[in-house]
């Protein structure tokens, strides 16, 4: 599993470079892509498509080959393998067929527009591409709401006003967001800011919708609130399936109470 460049030839690594020489075969998501990466750093070993699409007789016969002693090395179009990209199968394939497989840490453009975001990132969890239709997408963004942690997304330039437009109506305008564009390219770009200032760049600077897109969103210290109606029945409710303890401490999640205040709310009730 070898991490290639996002942008920079530079960032491929010696071992990176060094594992597809070495190996039998290279599969690739494109190999239009892959074959420009290969000349630049005159690679000679052969390769051949492997995409969403590649059918399960084709899989065999490469695990096959695997079985037979042989090194194969799979490559995305940019970046790691397997982050919103083909391949997951034929990993889970290998192990089940006890072939070792080893990864060839690189470029990440996930990792790179965490670091550089300026958001707090201690906690974060990457959820790919949002859904494409808007009723979707608003749905799909609630379920963040009270999200503590910075939500990490990919997003094409021809939505991402879209989402950034969603989010607004779903977070609020003091959100803050980090859009990430182009990530070791030439015109590589950051914007970190509240979603409201964020759409008013992007309506200034038409450049913060074309590229390569990674959309990260802060996480929130609110939470949200149960009221003491909904608290009690939800409470009683639970009362003969958990200890009161054990309640306490999940109703504390949702209500402006502490576990403590709850419990002794309660424990007469």
């Known amino acids: 599993?070898?991490?290639?460049?996002?942008?920079?030839?530079?960032?491929?690594s010696l071992r990176g470079i060094e594992t597809l020489n070495e190996s039998d075969l290279i599969l690739c998501e494109d190999t239009r892509k892959a074959k420009v990466l290969l000349k630049e750093f005159n690679i000679k070993t052969k390769c051949k498509s492997f995409h969403e699409f590649t059918n399960q007789k084709t899989m065999e016969k490469y695990i096959s080959y695997l079985k037979k002693g042989k090194c194969i090395a799979l490559?995305?179009?940019?970046?790691?393998?397997?982050?919103?990209d083909p391949g997951y199968e034929i990993v889970k394939r290998a192990k089940e067929e006890k072939i070792q497989v080893?990864?060839?840490p690189g470029p990440s453009s996930v990792i790179s527009a965490l670091v550089a975001s300026g958001l707090k990132i201690n906690k974060f969890i990457f959820d790919g591409f949002p859904p494409r239709k808007s009723n979707e997408l608003e749905s799909y963004l609630e379920k963040f709401l009270f999200e503590k942690r910075t939500l990490v997304l990919f997003e094409s330039p021809r939505r991402i006003k879209k989402l950034a437009q969603a989010s607004?109506?779903?977070?609020?305008?003091?959100?803050?967001?980090?859009?990430?564009?182009?990530?070791?390219k030439?015109?590589?770009?950051?914007?970190?800011?509240?979603?409201?200032?964020?759409?008013?760049?992007?309506?200034?600077?038409?450049?913060?919708?074309?590229?390569?897109?990674?959309?990260l969103i802060e996480g929130?210290?609110?939470?949200a609130v149960i009221d003491d109606i909904n608290l009690e029945i939800l409470v009683k409710s639970l009362k003969g399936e958990l200890p009161l303890r054990k309640i306490s401490k999940i109703a504390s999640i949702i209500s402006n109470k502490t576990s403590k205040e709850i419990y002794d709310t309660f424990k007469e009730k």
């Open 102 to 104: 080893n990864p060839i």
């Open 168 to 184: 607004l109506k779903i977070f609020g305008e003091k959100r803050r967001v980090c859009l990430a564009k182009d990530i070791s």
């Open 220 to 223: 929130t210290k609110e939470k």
């Open 1 to 12: 599993m070898v991490a290639t460049p996002i942008g920079n030839l530079r960032d491929f």
């Open 75 to 84: 490559i995305s179009d940019a970046g790691t393998p397997l982050i919103s």
């Open 186 to 215: 030439l015109h590589q770009k950051f914007f970190t800011g509240t979603l409201k200032s964020l759409l008013k760049q992007m309506h200034k600077d038409m450049n913060l919708e074309k590229g390569e897109i990674v959309f």
